[in-house]
């Protein structure tokens, strides 16, 4: 019974390429919530996804940041032409239902490096 | 002001001793509350729920008080194996995501 799988584990881009992180959730899981997490500081949501549909994307910044979950497959986190900024662990969490928010289970996390 | 407000730390806390530290949120139609612990580099996992009652899980007690909106977390009889980041984790009325607090570090030492 796999937990969230993310990968790649860690992710080394150099500026202006574009980083894509994946997340498989849970088995029986159908939302899943991307956080980033700056060195030093604590986790921010990003953006929170449903099947094939963009729930609240709050988070993301304007540009460069996309997200989908696809009907079938992983939810991908995509970053184009990354910055120095970029630099961070990014999470996913995936849940059965979004009131049973003890149902939260964290992949280990991307942690990509713009060089 | 920032809506889940935690003070960073370090706490140096004795093996054995017990410690305890709040975590403060601006609103005041937040539904759910957490703490969760994040060990360096990893990714955060569910210590426990905190109720309006209060409660305990072994040596960890957690309590809310939605008047002055805060919650609290104590660790009686530190070991050395606490030693990580808890992070205060509150669920606004919206009920869709987590927002998190930024963390504080509790450090025990022999």
């Known amino acids: 019974n796999a937990g969230v799988m993310q990968n790649p584990r860690h992710l080394v881009r150099r500026r202006g390429q574009e980083a894509r992180l994946r997340c498989s959730p849970m088995k029986g899981h159908s939302h899943v919530y991307w956080y980033r997490q700056l060195p030093e500081e604590g986790l921010k949501f990003m953006v929170y996804?449903?099947?094939?549909?963009?729930?609240?994307e709050s988070g993301m910044p304007k540009e460069r940041f996309s997200a989908e979950f696809p009907k079938e497959g992983p939810s991908i986190l995509r970053i184009q032409q990354v910055v120095r900024g970029d630099s961070a662990a990014y999470f996913c969490?995936?849940?059965?239902?979004?009131?049973?928010?003890?149902?939260?289970?964290f992949g280990s996390g991307t942690r990509l490096t713009v060089v | 002001r920032k809506e889940v407000e935690q003070d960073p730390g370090p706490f140096n806390v004795p093996e054995g001793a017990t410690v305890a530290f709040n975590c403060t949120y601006s609103?005041?139609?937040?539904?759910?509350f957490f703490w969760y612990r994040q060990d360096c580099r990893k990714e955060p996992k569910l210590l426990m729920s905190?109720?309006?009652s209060g409660n305990e899980d072994g040596r960890f007690t957690a309590q809310l008080n939605r008047a002055s909106q805060y919650i609290s977390l104590l660790i009686r009889d530190s070991k050395l194996s606490d030693s990580a980041t808890y992070l205060c984790?509150?669920?606004?009325?919206?009920?869709?995501?987590?927002?998190f607090g930024g963390g504080t570090r509790v450090l025990v030492k022999p």
């Open positions: 984790v509150v669920i606004g009325p919206a009920g869709n995501k987590l927002t």
């Open positions: 609103n005041s139609a937040s539904q759910s």
């Open positions: 905190v109720y309006s």
């Open positions: 969490a995936s849940s059965p239902d979004r009131t049973k928010p003890d149902g939260y289970t």
């Open positions: 996804l449903q099947k094939e549909n963009i729930i609240d």
